[in-house]
């Protein structure tokens, strides 16, 4: 299967829509034709502020179009866009509310570093640079800003990416606020996302046996759990006085990356399978009509009856299941980090009396460095685990309940149509489209931006992998709350991450005045007391706020699952089609040429 592959089906599969001429699945088609035509890859700059970002951004472009300067300039998410039908470049604001306007440069350049409450991003369209076509560029602000202010970097930039850039300036080098961004990253991070390490503004002359080089290597392996590519800029000046680094080397490498055979098979298979779900959905809706063609009122009113039967059912396992599971587990989150605080201090506090009077150094540097981020990461890794068996339990319970009251739905209808002999045959041979899929065709237009604002939002549809509806009854609920359940606990432990940062700077506070050797070890372990409980205040205030949202989140899983099948033979009257054939041998017409194509 190729792009061109991708074109020809596309255009066999237009001709059953013009048909149908249903303005949902138009409206989709355009966005799925768009996709095939200008496939897009996503890159996610990330680092300290003031690392360069930016710089390395306007070096790409060989242009100042981005505000730099020795102070902090990147207040918000600005998006570099590569487009190939521009000849100047364009501002945009995406607002929180998922609208786009045009701006001029300067308010562009004042919302950069002063964004204001409406503003979700900036958006910058620049004409196409060679090699990196349907290239989205992601800017962000620093470590803090995007943890306090800029969930959507952690929700989906990151999430999206192909590939994340992280930059570090070589004068100071790897720093602590490295260390918790790179260990929050790892969390949030695809196995399959490449990430890059730039080490900004080297000495020209820089080789690969500088020894700060060298040590940005070993810990960017030892943080990120594998080999990561490491590349070094030089500051370079262009003849007007302006830093512009080429980094071509950089950019032919990540060219390389998104152009590899093994990312644009999966693109391409991801594309396919959204353009079946197209199709799986445009043959429903013939089948639907064709269905309620058949029916007389009153099968119609049964066929109501029994579908709203089925959404009180739903309404029931969300009243018995779902809310009293969540409700339980938002309850026992402050009591299990307080039991997990208590252990941690305890234990530390322990190993701090056993040690040497005269090791008071060495002491806080081993409880800074090693024995409270790993104990922290232990109880929080517990914690998901005991979260996850819990979550796993109540989602098998939902699907037993929720596959009972789809077969008695659906056995209701068998029984009711066993009389009509032409309508039963149609209605049996029906499959139901995954409509709400978690990573379906609609949920990837709708993370894309929606029909209101199409690239507004970020959805990389290699990242959106589409799983088939499968069988009628069985197994749906878990499936399609699984994302959001494996999002939730990496936020969790990104979380906690974040949050070993205020501990340790709590004790860093202690390393930093002079301590009589007699009473180092009681302020060491008020200072781990204190740390320990900001800790505990941070992560629990959001694990809490996190649970609360899993929750709506399952509710509305499932009520969006018992609505795709109690609506799958609904039609309002308006809607019945007096005649269908021409429907038919379209539906027909298509799925002979596809055959034929071998598409």
């Known amino acids: 299967m190729t792009f061109t592959d991708l ?56 242009k100042k179009l981005l505000k730099t300067s020795a102070a902090p300039t990147t207040g918000a998410v600005v998006e570099v866009l590569f487009d190939a039908d521009i000849s100047s470049p364009e501002y945009y604001a995406v607002n929180r509310d998922a609208t786009m306007e045009r701006l001029d440069q300067n308010t562009f350049m004042s919302l950069s570093t002063n964004p204001d409450d409406m503003l979700a991003r900036l958006q910058i369209a620049v004409p196409e640079v060679e090699g990196l076509a349907g290239l989205r560029l992601f800017d962000t602000p620093g470590y803090g800003s995007i943890v306090d202010k800029h969930e959507e970097v952690l929700k989906e930039f990151i999430p999206n990416s192909d590939v994340i850039i992280y930059v570090i300036g070589y004068k100071i080098g790897i720093q602590e606020n490295d260390f918790l961004f790179m260990r929050y990253i790892q969390e949030l991070v695809h196995q399959d996302t490449d990430v890059v390490v730039v080490v900004n503004r080297c000495p020209a002359m820089i080789t690969e046996k500088d020894k700060r080089l060298k040590e940005i290597q070993r810990y960017s392996a030892d943080l990120f759990h594998r080999n990561i590519p490491v590349f070094t800029v030089a ?10 680094p080429s980094a071509k080397e950089l950019w032919d490498y990540i060219n390389k990356l998104l152009r590899s055979p093994e990312r644009q098979n999966t693109l391409v298979n991801t594309l396919n399978a959204y353009l079946d779900d197209l199709l799986v959905q445009a043959d429903n809706l013939v089948d639907k009509r064709e269905i309620a063609h058949l029916m007389t009122q009153q099968e119609k009113k049964d066929l109501r009856a029994y579908a709203e039967d089925l959404r009180n059912k739903g309404d029931h396992i969300i009243r018995a299941e779902i809310i009293p599971t969540f409700d339980r587990l938002i309850s026992d989150v402050p009591k299990l980090f307080s039991r997990a605080q208590e252990e941690i201090y305890e234990n530390i506090a322990v190993a701090i009396d056993n040690e040497a009077t005269g090791r008071m150094d060495e002491t806080i540097a081993f409880v800074n460095n090693h024995s409270l981020p790993m104990a922290i990461n232990r109880e929080t890794k517990e914690y998901e685990r005991r979260l996850m068996l819990e979550l796993d339990a109540m989602n098998e319970r939902v699907d037993d309940y929720l596959n009972e009251a789809i077969a008695d739905y659906y056995h209701e209808i068998e029984l009711r149509f066993a009389s009509n002999a032409e309508l039963a045959a149609r209605a049996s041979g029906r499959k139901i489209v995954g409509k709400f899929m978690e990573n379906g065709l609609k949920q990837y237009f709708a993370a894309f931006g929606g029909a209101g604002g ?7 549809a290699a990242k959106h992998l589409l799983k088939k509806a499968g069988d009628l009854v ?38 930093q005045v002079i301590i009589d050797y007699s009473t180092w070890k009681s302020k060491l372990k008020k200072q781990v007391k204190k740390g320990l409980g900001e800790w505990y205040d941070k992560t629990v ?22 609505e795709e099948i109690a609506s799958s033979y609904e ?3 308006d809607e019945v089609t007096e005649d269908i054939s021409a429907w038919l041998e379209q539906k027909k017409q298509t799925h002979k040429e596809l055959e034929e194509a071998g598409l």
């Open 235 to 244: 500051a370079e000046v262009n003849a007007s006085g302006e830093t512009l």
């Open 541 to 562: 205030q959001t694990v809490t706020v996190d649970l609360e949202n899993l929750r709506e989140q399952n509710i509305k899983t499932l009520r969006e699952i018992i």
């Open 474 to 511: 069985g197994k749906r609920f878990s499936r399609e709350t699984y994302n959001a359940l494996a999002h939730t606990l990496k936020k969790i432990g990104a979380t906690s991450t974040k949050a070993i940062g205020n501990v340790v700077a709590v004790v860093i506070e202690l390393a």
């Open 454 to 460: 199409a690239g507004a939002g970020v959805a990389n």
């Open 7 to 62: 074109k020809k089906k596309h255009d066999i599969i237009q001709k059953l829509l013009n048909v149908v001429n249903d303005d949902e699945l138009t409206t989709l088609s355009k966005f799925m034709r768009s996709r095939i035509l200008s496939p897009e890859s996503y890159v996610t700059m990330l680092g300290e502020t003031s690392s360069g970002k930016t710089t390395l951004i306007n070096g790409l472009l060989q």
């Open 571 to 573: 039609l309002e009257d």
